[in-house]
């Protein structure tokens, strides 16, 4: 018995080559590279639900951090489903216990901290919740209720363990970009624009990969930028955390010029512009 060691061989394995096509049948797929696990979607997915593969290495997790827990605005519910683990000397899905953990808190409002949307794990919260899965099982990551609003997946084991996930999605508003930078100069247009494209390809990898893109922004007025930015926000998110990023963004340019930011935000939020939780998360980071 051998667990796979790369994400090359996990993909070529017959358990997942049969998952894949029984999810997606023919269309065109995606795969997702994250900081410690891997998502298989649809390339062009439905905007009201959809469904997801989930690849977690050895000891991965869902999270930019294992100690941390991230939000899932854009999700009304999600349900996970826990195949099990990839060997090379079977060609199903082998069956586990205790293969992964589920950390979460059981409503939406918990302190996030630095300039990522993320709360941290903190076992004397008494809203804080830890439970472990085994092979087989179908739980509830995302609730409703806001439980499983923050939460991560951890792989206990040293092997690949293979979840499916099902999502159905919060209604977004349509992004309006062209409106939003139409008094901008034209290159301050094509700064937004671009910075944008970087967002929608690397997610939150824009600030290590296109830092000087990033400080281009930052250094525009808040009152000209913050519009095209904060419609942003309303971004479709494709596993690569695009609408945390904007808001990491947002969060940067308001340090430096937090009267003007605050002003517009809170105009924003009466105006519904953009998901109520970055809109208030961000108000009051900078109150």
């Known amino acids: 018995m051998r667990s796979f060691e790369s994400i090359e061989e996990v993909l070529e394995s017959p358990q997942v ?21 891997y998502v298989i979607k649809l390339n062009a ?6 469904s997801r593969i989930i690849l ?25 489903s826990i195949c099990g683990s990839v060997r090379n000397s079977n060609q199903r899905f082998s069956r586990l216990k205790d293969v992964v953990k589920f950390c979460y808190y059981v409503n939406r409002k918990e302190e996030i901290h630095g300039d990522y949307p993320a709360a941290a794990v903190d076992p004397s919260n008494a809203d804080y919740r830890e439970e472990v899965k ?27 363990i293979v979840l499916s996930v099902y999502r159905e999605l919060v209604q977004r508003k349509k992004m309006n970009t062209k409106e939003k ?9 094509k700064t937004i624009l671009d910075l944008l494209a970087a967002i929608r390809s690397v997610g939150d990898g824009v600030f290590a990969q296109n830092k000087p893109l990033v400080n281009l922004v930052l ?3 808040a009152k000209d930028v913050l519009p095209a930015l904060i419609d942003a926000l309303n971004i479709y998110e494709t596993g690569k955390h695009e609408p945390c990023t904007v808001y990491a963004v947002i969060l940067k340019l308001g340090r430096r010029d937090k009267t003007v930011t605050l002003s517009v935000l809170e105009a924003a939020l009466k105006r519904s512009d953009a998901p109520k939780y970055y809109l208030e998360e961000l108000i009051e980071k900078l109150s």
């Open 17 to 37: 080559v049969s998952l894949i096509h029984s999810m997606f049948g023919a269309e065109e797929i995606q795969l997702v590279a994250r900081v410690a696990s």
């Open 45 to 50: 997915e439905p905007i009201d639900k959809n």
């Open 56 to 80: 977690l290495p050895p000891h991965g997790f869902t999270a930019n951090k294992i100690n941390e827990l991230l939000p899932y605005a854009e999700v009304r519910l999600a349900k996970v």
């Open 134 to 160: 085994s092979s087989n099982e179908t739980f509830f990551s995302v609730k409703e209720n806001g439980e499983g609003f923050y939460h991560n997946l951890i792989n206990l084991t040293n092997e690949w």
């Open 181 to 189: 930078i139409a008094n901008l100069s034209k290159d301050e247009r």
């Open 219 to 221: 250094e525009m007025s």
